[in-house]
Nanobody, 126 residues
């Protein structure tokens, strides 16, 4: 199983980026999928999650209204559209996939995910 994340880059405050995560050897729609991020000196945090069947999405408070997670089952891909980026969004972003449909309280815990992408760096300058 391999997750390949891409789309990071260096942008300015207010700009947009679109991260993509493609999977091989595993069907993303069979379990919960999420984007996490880790800033220097900080713990990895869940940014957004999407449930396998309903496609219901969840966001951490700091990105609500700015980020949108989506899944393309035909392409076996999950994307994170990030608008109105802020310097505090600077981090390495990781996509993660679980073989299970995680309950809501579990989907923010990185230990519940089985597969991880390699991370893509997002840098937002002021």
């Amino acid at each position: 199983v391999q997750l390949q994340a891409s789309g990071g880059g260096s942008v300015e405050t207010g700009d947009s980026l679109r991260l993509s995560c493609t999977a091989s050897g595993f069907t993303l729609s069979s379990g919960s999928t999420a984007w996490f991020r880790q800033a220097p000196g900080k713990e990895r945090e869940a940014v957004s999650c999407i449930r396998p069947n309903s496609g219901t999405t969840y966001y951490t408070e700091s990105v609500k209204g700015r980020f949108t997670i989506s899944r393309d089952n035909a392409k076996n891909m999950v994307c994170l559209q990030m608008n109105s980026l802020k310097p505090e969004d600077t981090a390495i972003y990781y996509c993660a996939a679980s073989r299970r449909r995680l309950i809501i309280s579990s989907q923010y815990d990185p230990t519940n995910y089985d597969y991880w992408g390699q991370g893509t760096l997002v840098t937002v300058s002021s």
